[in-house]
């Protein structure tokens, strides 16, 4: 008697587990993630800079964490740009923009590009080592912190 319960119970999640497959509907595309080939990269945002091609009004980024005066968000190649979110270490009022920011989750950030960061030194657009710096692909952007919404899936995942 044990053994056909056992037979019945796993007949039943066989059929469970194939109605659940099938559910999906057919030539539906693959599951890309919250972060999209479409979305636009960090080495792309630095294209347009050399290019003087108009800037984006937000970027989709995934958060690493805190580092300095900055939150670290980088991009589906791992690039890494720095957003800053206080002026200084007391700026114990700015910890509330961050705090719910979870690592690894995918944020609809709007930009404002102040420049790049080599060696916790900000070069401004204009300069002559930011040219440097963009043309040799070195330093990280830079951004000020302004909000960061969490992109949502457009569908149910089960």
């Not at 053994?3 to 119970?9: D, N």
């Amino acid at each position: 008697m044990k053994v056909s319960a056992r037979i019945t119970i796993l007949a039943l999640l066989c059929l469970v587990a194939s109605g659940t497959a099938q559910a999906q509907p057919a030539g539906s595309a693959p599951y890309e993630g919250l972060l999209r080939e479409s979305d636009m990269r960090l080495f792309q945002f630095r294209d347009a800079l050399k290019e003087q091609k108009p800037l984006p009004d937000f970027l989709y980024l995934r958060y690493r964490g805190r580092e300095w005066n900055h939150v670290v968000f980088y991009d589906l190649d791992g690039k890494e740009a720095l957003f800053r979110y206080r002026t200084d270490r007391f700026d114990d009022l700015a910890e509330r923009k961050i705090r719910d920011l979870l690592p690894g989750q995918v944020y609809r950030l709007p930009i404002k590009f102040f420049g790049l960061i080599e060696r916790r030194i900000v070069y401004p657009p204009g300069t002559p080592d930011f040219q440097r710096l963009l043309d040799s692909d070195a330093g990280r952007p830079a951004f000020e912190f302004l909000s960061a919404e969490p992109r949502q899936p457009d569908f149910i995942i089960y």
